[in-house]
């Protein structure tokens, strides 16, 4: 098989047939081996993903110090003070488990491959080992010069090209994508119940120290109370907009496999769809369990510790 006989375009710019090796990164050629592009950390053989961006670690950072917030003011302002114990145990249990499902939720989003493809392996020599038939199509990127696979598209914060991605969310500094997304719809899940949450503590709260005109309401003054107060509620009704909005989206999307970038360019599909219950498995794992809820899925704590402490032999957390 010659590889003259392929055709090799690129899908955004319909590129002429490849000079195969010509316009390509030399010595990048690897097709199962994930290799971090420029902003991923290398820890021996493998890496860490982390997208160094400037708009995306600042918009990262304001979530967690918003989720932190709201933290503070449920367990400092509104529980602690409280004279009722159950009602303080059951609802700061309840609200700093969610929160620490959000942060976890939040860090694997942003920590995890979201399905990047090998960068620069359009190689001559690897489109011989495709062993592709005359006349099959493959696709090429002309930014990140890879192979582009059917449904990939290149992004041009995380300079690569990304396997079914959905778009590109600088509240989680990455790409939600093949191998991220479930942990980005846990992530939106989580916010959007401690928002609610936080929501109807905000007014039992209120309610509570109206009535007793907020003598011995908190330990702090009534005027400081109630500003942090009306700043946590206008958050949470900010975020649980926002995220039981994009909670839906991720849904409809899942079970109708199609990408947010697919919906917008009013893509045809040539995949096989896998609807509904199947669309879920195919996201999140089969079977359905509670298990779909869990952000630490797949994660082996060991392997991290190695990797974070760059030794040689580290593996990156699976998902
Ligand atoms: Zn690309
Ligand atoms: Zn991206």
Redesign the pocket.
């Known amino acids: 098989m010659q590889s003259s006989n392929h055709r090799l375009r690129d899908m955004e710019q319909h590129h002429p047939l490849l000079s195969a090796g010509s316009d390509v990164e030399s010595g990048s050629l690897s097709a199962d081996v994930m290799v971090g592009g420029p902003h991923a950390h290398a820890a021996g053989n493998r890496t860490l993903w982390f997208?160094q961006d400037s708009c995306g670690m600042v918009c990262a950072s304001i979530t967690w110090f918003l989720v932190l917030y709201a933290e503070f003011v449920v367990n400092f302002v509104m529980l602690l003070p409280s004279k009722n114990f159950w009602y303080s145990l059951l609802n700061g249990a309840a609200f700093n488990s969610l929160a620490v499902l959000a942060l976890a939720s939040h860090l694997r989003t942003m920590l995890t491959d979201?399905g990047a493809v090998p960068k620069g392996n359009a190689t001559k020599e690897y489109m011989e080992s495709l062993q592709l038939k005359p006349g099959e199509v493959i696709y090429k990127c002309p930014k990140c010069c890879s192979i582009k696979p059917e449904r990939a598209h290149h992004?041009?914060?995380?300079k690569?090209c990304?396997r079914k991605?959905d778009h590109?969310c600088p509240w989680v500094n990455?790409?939600v994508g093949e191998k991220n997304q479930r942990f980005f719809v846990l992530f939106t899940m989580y916010i959007a119940l401690i928002s609610a949450h936080a929501l109807a503590l905000s007014g039992m709260h209120f309610f509570s120290c109206i009535k007793v005109q907020w003598n011995e309401c908190s330990d702090f003054s009534p005027g400081v109370s109630v500003l942090l107060l009306i700043f946590l509620c206008l958050e949470a009704i900010l975020f649980l907009t926002f995220t039981a909005v994009m909670f839906g989206t991720q849904i409809h999307s899942i079970c109708n496999d199609e990408t947010e970038i697919e919906r917008l360019k009013n893509e045809k599909p040539t995949w096989e769809r896998r609807m509904r219950w199947d669309g879920m498995k195919a996201v999140f794992g089969s079977p359905p369990s509670v298990l779909w809820c869990n952000p630490f899925t797949g994660l082996r704590l060991r392997r991290l510790l190695l990797l974070t402490q760059g030794r040689r032999g580290g593996s990156e957390f699976s998902v």
Do not use: D, Q
Not at 155 to 158: H, K, L, P
């Open positions: 997208i979201p992004c041009s914060i995380c690569r990304i991605m590109h990455n790409c």
